[in-house]
């Protein structure tokens, strides 16, 4: 079927753009329908929360101040006196957090639908590096307000790459920018926050989405062999999407005028830790695990084993498709769905707990 | 590397090298080789000029830490008996802690566990770390959660009412 262009405006561009191409490409996408279908709409969920943290991101930007005698001050300057200030920076606070959530869920049910069979291991490699990448936002923007709680977070959180053998003390230097968390620390963070953190992200989203496309949705193995009914991606399922995105913005405006994200005390060098202070819900598995660790396991100090353990067990979650020997052949793995499922429960234990503790 | 090998084939050709193919084959290929070798040495050194300044930039420089002797604390009368204190040592926070029996003690504040400002409590007579739950008693020891190492225990003089801490 051959759309024709109508207008002269559109048959001007397509000469320039190839938008006919475009749009054959377009047409021809279409979404297998099954059992697990709903699955495939997290990601693109993801995608929409994105676009929401680069849009408010950008307006924050006009006004944010950072160091560490103007940051707190302008975030105080954004939420009190700027036009619908409060309701941009909560917005962007919830969406993050909303984000990190529908990343989760995307990841785990691609993990659990094996969709990084062979050949989607490098969809998988890109998703997990942009996992890791979105936890980095996640960890340098919350530092930004200059707060108490971001201020001993990042401490901890800093000090948790120190803690790691040879490389450590370099890597705790470079986050820092000096020895300790100071003003140096934040526009670092800042500067990562802002510029190489989006660059990074843009480069591998492009890529996630382009394997995305040449390698079409995955369907879980045992539908494979069945002849499963689909849809068309345009404007079926993309309509689909966009009611998805229209509930989430519900959802995001919602909290964020009802629950407004609070901007707490200026961080204080020379005060102590406050009581009750836990990180971010993403962090808190981690966190909770090093509360439990001894202090000594062995000949070594209980923190370092935890941040190796979790280091290695990102490595381990990157590179899956590799591991998962059957996966090369486009089997299914029993084992890889049992540790996924203990992985997805251990992390939600550790965070209920860390949560009520 | 096709397109380097390629590339320097064409530098041969230009250069009139190999008018004669069948008899300088095996030089030509060393040739080929030696600049091979030229541009991919050229070709390190310049990426290393590059990123060599950007890595250098990207570490911090070490800030000398005013070794100071000794700082004061705060005043002894305004120290009430059973109450700690933080105070600044140079960059650093230290904390010193009046007793219920009187005696004051100072350490540094920093939690050997991961970094965080301890307070003292009250109620337990003991320093506190809020982050994980880390418990010393009040000779610095490490008595109870995840800190491995005893807090730093630093000097304290008393001239007057004024409370001199120095590192011991
Ligand atoms: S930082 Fe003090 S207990 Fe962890």
């Known amino acids: 079927m051959k759309l024709t262009l109508q207008s002269d405006t559109l048959t001007w561009l397509d000469d320039r753009v190839g938008i006919e191409t475009l749009k054959q490409l377009a047409q021809k996408k279409e979404v297998p329908l099954h059992r697990h279908t709903i699955w495939y709409y997290f990601g693109g969920m993801t995608l929409f929360l994105f676009a929401v943290q680069m849009i408010t991101g950008v307006l924050l930007l006009f006004y944010y101040k950072p160091g560490a005698e103007t940051a707190f001050e302008s975030v105080q300057y954004i939420m009190a006196d700027v036009r619908f200030g409060w309701l941009i920076r909560s917005i962007h606070s919830w969406s993050a957090n909303l984000m990190i959530f529908t990343m989760f869920v995307h990841m785990f049910s691609v993990f659990l639908l094996k969709a990084y069979r062979a050949p989607r291991e490098l969809t998988w490699v890109s998703g997990s590096l942009l996992f890791f990448i979105i936890l980095g936002f996640g960890f340098s923007g919350y530092l930004l307000p200059w707060n108490k709680l971001a201020y001993f977070a990042t401490k901890v959180g800093t000090e948790i790459a120190g803690v790691v053998p040879i490389i450590g003390q370099l890597v705790l230097r470079f986050l820092r920018g000096g020895d300790e968390v100071t003003g140096a620390t934040l526009t670092r963070f800042y500067g990562l926050h802002v510029s190489v953190l989006p660059a990074i992200t843009l480069l591998l989203l492009v890529a996630h989405i382009l394997f995305v496309q040449r390698q079409g949705m995955s369907v879980p193995k045992k539908f494979e062999s069945k002849k499963l009914p689909t849809m068309k991606f345009v404007p079926n399922f993309l309509l689909r999407d966009v009611l998805g995105w229209l509930l989430v913005f519900a959802a995001l405006i919602s909290l964020a005028t009802i629950f407004p994200w609070e901007l707490g005390e200026k961080a204080d060098p020379f005060a102590p830790a406050p009581a009750g202070i836990k990180p971010e819900w993403f962090f808190l598995f981690m966190f909770q695990t090093l509360k439990l660790l001894p202090a000594k396991i062995g000949f070594m100090d209980g923190e370092v084993l935890g941040a190796l353990a979790f280091g290695i067990g990102g490595m381990f979650w990157m590179l899956v498709p590799f591991l998962d020997r059957k996966a090369v052949n486009g089997k299914n793995h029993r084992l890889f769905t049992i540790l996924g499922v203990i992985i997805l429960l251990y992390i939600i234990t550790m965070t209920v707990w860390g949560y009520l503790a | ?168």
């Open chain 2, 1 to 168: 590397m096709k397109e380097v090998v390629r590339l320097s084939a064409d530098i041969h050709e230009a250069a009139g090298l190999s008018d004669n193919p069948k008899e300088i084959v095996p030089s030509s290929k060393q040739r080929r080789r030696f600049i091979d070798s030229l541009l991919l040495t050229s070709f390190s050194a310049t990426f290393a000029s590059i990123f060599y300044p950007i890595i250098k930039f990207l570490i911090p420089p070490q800030v000398v830490e005013a070794s100071q002797a000794s700082v004061v604390a705060g005043k002894l009368s305004e120290l009430k008996a059973n109450t700690g204190k933080i105070f600044k040592f140079g960059t650093k926070p230290g904390i010193i802690v009046k007793k219920a029996s009187g005696e004051v003690c100072a350490f540094s504040a920093t939690c050997t566990h991961l970094n965080c400002t301890v307070q003292y409590r009250e109620d337990s007579q003991e320093i506190w770390c809020a982050c994980h739950n880390g418990r010393y008693d009040l000779n610095g020891k490490n008595i109870a959660g995840p800190p491995p190492r005893p807090l730093e225990q630093f000097e304290v003089k008393v001239r007057g009412d004024e409370i001199f801490v120095s590192k011991g």
